[in-house]
């Protein structure tokens, strides 16, 4: 099976809920996303209760209803000198 086909077969089902993560879940995320970016290099955010989801091409990825989710965003450059 190539890349191409096992993206077009690739079946993903999710069932989110309308809960809002509470304020305890909410630091405890972020402290870790922060002690991991600051260990890896990483830039990792959170977001949460997002009313305008995601844009473009991340939307088509992910589905509908999605509120809360982490970016994990990385300089083309640097990614250049990994590959």
């Given amino acids: ?24 879940i909410i630091r405890q995320l972020n402290d870790r996303i922060k002690a991991q970016n600051q260990k890896y290099g990483l830039n990792m955010k959170l977001v949460t209760e997002s009313k305008d989801a995601m844009p473009g ?10 509120k809360n989710y982490i970016i994990l965003a990385a300089v083309f450059h640097i990614l250049a000198h990994v590959f």
């Fill in 57 to 66: 091409i991340i939307a088509a990825l992910m589905s509908k209803g999605v």
């Fill in 1 to 24: 099976m190539t890349l191409q086909e096992a993206m077009s077969a690739r079946h993903k089902v999710s069932k989110y809920t309308d809960k809002p993560l509470s304020a305890e």
